[in-house]
């Protein structure tokens, strides 16, 4: 009996263990494209480069490996991008992990959004072992910061709307948080991991998995049927003026053109087409303007989508800004457009265009206009950031790209929805994108302003981070020493006059209200000090520079007496004042009515820093 009771004990101890070692993983007979992105910088030593091997090694021990499981590819970064092997190319655990520590370590910069390109343009491709149906999944490693933050931030945003799930790992300290969760999907507490160090990564091992198990389908799923009576319920009666740009240059095949004009046709037997409802019109360019169809041209769909179905196929250049200049000028003119409906333009393009600074003016005048701008670039000869120039903000809901023309399909039904849903245009147009130039005819001198002390160590840190790239992008944005742009930084560090004696114990509320107040008092200083100090010579100041003070404030802040009036002089002393908060902001903040003063130039509020990171180019355009 105790020998048979021993014997029963071991057994159960061994598959308790086995069950540990396994992870217990919900990943049996589940499909996914998962593709790992190892950063192989100068910051990182090649022993613990080694460790982030061992740690894919492990990671994949949780999945089930196979041509008709789980894919795995690898990419390693510095200031290149290295493609170590495809999805196709292992389909066995072993020869997969040999391959994986069979990795070598390169010394170089941190160029994560060149990493990011490189995978969602070419990792997922079903010439490389990219499968329809399955979930697509990127997995980022990395223990420092990219050295273009907004652009990786951009190139995550793209990666999201092809439908890529990203996950960020963050190792040590020297990592940006914000930048962690402008890459991953959201919410970013799902997709955002941190270790102290690449020892530490085991200890995400089985949570990253199940994580990324919970976004596999269980079995691969068929090609989803358009809800039509959902997306025409969301189109029923919608009031709008919608102008398709389709490029019909050299670099497109007459097929491709032909898909292309079958998926303006699927999006627009999705509307409500009528002389009160929604008008269609439509415009191909090459080297010349070309209107097809004009907005009053069809009130039935019948019609409109039979003449859609017989445009013609022309070549020539990419003249891209000439069309949207005649759209602006013409097309959805007053005389021609309706005041009081949604405007919408949907430019679609497989190439760069022939003038970008022109494309640039005019994307910008047509959304300062109100219009909503969606870009669609297909294919890999496409200029992101010349999409993300024509796209409104944010560019994650109205910047596209597929594959190919055949892709198209996958979001004929999200256009429409979007197209649908955009808001009716009204005398207080929308904002628009900034267009990264200051078009001052003297020069500008900037003080950034920061509680360093009321918002944090960590929230220091992300503001800095952000305050960094606009002074990248404002000194990019002069190249006339008579308009150049000096940028300084102001911050607060301490308060000594928050000590408060044990021997003078208050009750818990007063002395809240003491810190509110202190906390105010000190902001309105620190305004106070820049006001006075900063803009003056002696500090670099110039008395011909347009001056601008932007601060930076918590949205919890209570008391701010000392602050609003320092704000209202600051505004009086010939100074533009920007305002700008991360957080919600309750309804009864002071920081309501300091927004609605007539002599703050603007106000702007984000959800979180990598909202801001993403959006700051409406941050660019108050200072401009």
Known sequence: MFLLRTYFMLILALCCYSSELTGDMPCTGKKADIVFVLDSSASIWEDDFNKQLKFVEKLIENFDIGKHYVQIGVVTYNTNVYKQFDLKDYH??????????????????????????????????????????????????????????????????????????????GVGSGVKTIELKAMASKPSEKYVFKVSDYSALDSIRNSLTETACDDFPSEPPHKPKPDLPLIQNDCSGKPADVYFVLD?????????????LSFVKDIVDQFDIGPNKTRVAVVTFSDGIHPVIPLDGFHDKKG???????????????????????????????QTARPEVAHVVIVMTDGQSMNMKKTEQEASALQKQGVYMFAIGI????????LAMIASDPNEAFMFQV????????????????????????????????????????????????????????????????????????????????????????????????????????DPSTLLSKLDAQIGESLGSLVRKMRIHSFTPGNGGRPNAKKTAVLF??????????????????????????IVTVGNVHSNSPIESMSRDPKVKGYLNF??????????????????
């Open 92 to 169: 066995n655990k072993e020869s997969m992990k040999t391959a994986i520590s069979n990795i070598r370590y390169n010394k170089g910069g941190t160029e994560t959004d060149k990493a990011i390109q490189y995978v969602r343009d070419t990792m997922f491709l079903d010439v490389n072992g990219g499968r329809l149906g399955v979930a697509k999944i990127m997995i980022v490693i990395t223990d420092g910061y990219s050295s273009n933050t907004h652009s990786t931030a951009m190139e995550a945003s793209m990666a999201h709307s092809q439908g890529i799930t990203m996950f960020s790992i």
């Open 248 to 260: 019909s240059s050299s670099s497109i095949w007459l097929p491709d053109f032909k898909k292309q």
């Open 304 to 334: 409109l989508l039979e003449k859609i179905g017989t445009i013609p196929y022309l070549t020539g250049g990419t003249k891209t800004g000439s069309t949207l200049e005649y759209i602006r000028t013409r097309g959805l003119s007053p």
């Open 379 to 386: 294919g890999h000869n496409v200029d992101t950031a010349e």
């Open 403 to 506: 594959d190919d023309y055949s892709a198209l399909t996958s979001i004929k039904d999200i256009i429409a929805v979007k197209t649908c849903k955009v808001e009716t245009v009204t005398d207080v147009l929308r904002d628009s994108a900034a267009t990264y130039h200051c078009k001052n005819d003297k020069p500008s001198d900037i003080m950034f302003v920061l509680d360093s002390h009321g918002i944090g160590t960590k929230r220091t840190f992300e503001t800095l981070s952000v305050i960094h790239d606009l002074a990248l992008q404002l000194k990019n944005s002069k190249t006339d020493r008579k308009t150049d742009t000096h940028i300084g930084i102001l911050m607060e560090n301490c308060h000594n006059r928050m000590d408060t004696p044990l021997s003078r114990l208050e």
């Open 553 to 578: 404030m918590d949205a919890d802040i209570h008391n701010s007496v000392s602050l609003q009036m320092e704000i209202k002089r600051t505004a009086s002393a010939n100074t533009e004042m920007i």
């Open 607 to 624: 959800t979180d820093y990598a909202e801001l990171l993403l959006n700051y180019t409406r941050l660019l355009e108050l200072i401009c």
